[in-house]
């Protein structure tokens, strides 16, 4: 079946950095994806991953490993308004997205 | 960028009334749409897979006569909430995947509240 496990909720301080882990286990693998959601709106894209590696974009970073099933989205420099749900969605063989739960990130001044 | 719009933006119905949901991809042609359904705090759910010209695909659990999809062109994708009840009360978002692209572009969501 498929399986996609976030944490929860994670707190952090203004200027600091915050890591989000995901892990997957899904029928086939066509990239992964990283997605902010503030509440009451449709989630926005962040990040790609479809190879191994690290992808920087500006302040957001995003690790897959394919043989590990496991992917990261780094948040740095944290500033107020990433307070958001972020979302991680894994592309199945069939073309579908399945999402995680969301994590939802706190900052704090 | 790629731009996709969802009509109305929220919508407030009585039980058993029929609501219909509009997806449109403004500047891009979308072989593929896809509709989800959210409910507080909780994730993304796919409802179903649509293809312009061809019958939808509904994921395990979501009644296809309750949730008519319609993808007719390239551009327009709806989803027909027929005799709503206050469970199917959610906030319904749809994106679209243009050719020979791996992202898919989110609408901003429809609120449905079903009194």
């Known amino acids: 079946g498929q399986n996609i496990d976030q944490p929860t909720e994670m707190t952090a301080t203004e200027g600091a950095i915050v890591q989000i882990n995901c892990t997957y286990q899904?029928?086939?693998?066509?990239?992964l994806f990283w997605y902010q959601q503030h509440a009451g709106e449709a989630p926005t894209f962040l990040s790609y991953?479809?190879?191994?590696g690290l992808e920087e974009k500006g302040r957001f970073s995003s690790f897959l490993s394919r043989s590990k099933g496991y992917s990261y989205l780094l948040l740095k420099e944290l500033q107020m308004k990433d307070s958001a749900s972020y979302l991680c969605?894994?592309?199945?063989?069939?073309?579908?997205?399945?999402f995680g739960a969301g994590t939802q990130v706190v900052v704090t001044p | 960028g790629a731009v996709v719009s969802q009509h109305p933006s929220w919508v407030i119905c009585k039980s058993g009334t029929s609501v219909k949901i509009e997806c449109r991809s403004l500047?891009?042609?979308?072989?593929?749409m896809f509709w989800y359904r959210q409910f507080p705090k909780q994730s993304l759910m796919l409802m179903a897979t649509?293809?312009?010209?061809?019958?939808?695909?509904?994921e395990q659990g979501v009644e296809k006569d309750k949730f008519l999809i319609n993808h007719a062109s390239l551009t327009l994708s709806t989803l027909t909430v027929t005799s709503a009840h206050p469970e199917d009360s959610s906030f319904y978002i749809c994106?679209?995947?243009?050719?020979?692209?791996?992202?898919?572009?989110f609408g901003p969501g429809t609120r449905l509240t079903v009194t």
């Open positions: 994106s679209a995947e243009g050719q020979g692209n791996y992202e898919q572009y």
């Open positions: 899904t029928s086939g693998f066509n990239g």
């Open positions: 991953n479809v190879l191994d």
């Open positions: 969605a894994v592309r199945d063989e069939w073309g579908k997205f399945q």
């Open positions: 500047d891009f042609q979308a072989t593929t």
């Open positions: 649509s293809n312009e010209g061809s019958k939808a695909t509904y």
